[in-house]
């Protein structure tokens, strides 16, 4: 028997507004890529210090990015875990882990396309690390989001 069978009104199913939800998960994102945009600049700034510090050293290009990407990574693991991702505290090892696998797909890419850049094409060893941030940053952002910090 159905509510009109029964002189009972029939019980109105909720309909989900899916486009308010869009909304929101969309300005979540955006506040995420914005704080991880925040967390980058001075990640990138902390990485290039170290890297111009290094080449200034005399160490050779590629082990001084190396280094860079090593300490910058695990700066940028405790501000994205903190203020942009904001997970919890207890349970370190697997984001972390993650963190430096995410980011070192990109650091892989990175080298290959700064090998190219300085080795192959002449471009400045000063200038190529720069030219590659166009690619890693968002390559970072979604990776990150969507694995590491899951």
Not at 45 to 65: E, F, K, R
């Amino acid at each position: 028997m159905t509510g009109s069978e029964t002189g009972a009104e029939p019980v109105p199913v909720p309909v989900p507004d899916v486009r308010a939800a869009n909304r929101v998960r969309v300005r979540r994102t955006l506040k995420q890529f914005i704080g991880f945009g925040l967390v980058g600049v001075s990640n990138t700034l902390l990485s290039l210090g170290i890297y111009y510090a290094l080449l200034y050293l005399g160490v050779h290009y590629l082990i001084a990015n190396f280094a860079a990407f090593a300490l910058s990574v695990l700066n940028a693991y405790y501000w994205n875990n903190r203020f942009v991702f904001r997970k919890s505290t207890a349970g370190h090892w697997k984001p972390l882990l993650r963190t430096y696998a995410a980011y070192g797909m990109t650091f892989l890419l990175g080298t290959g396309l700064m090998y190219l850049m300085v080795d192959v094409a002449g471009i400045s060893n000063r200038i190529a690390p720069l030219l590659n941030l166009v690619v890693t940053i968002p390559l970072n952002f979604l990776v990150n989001k969507f694995w590491a910090f899951k």
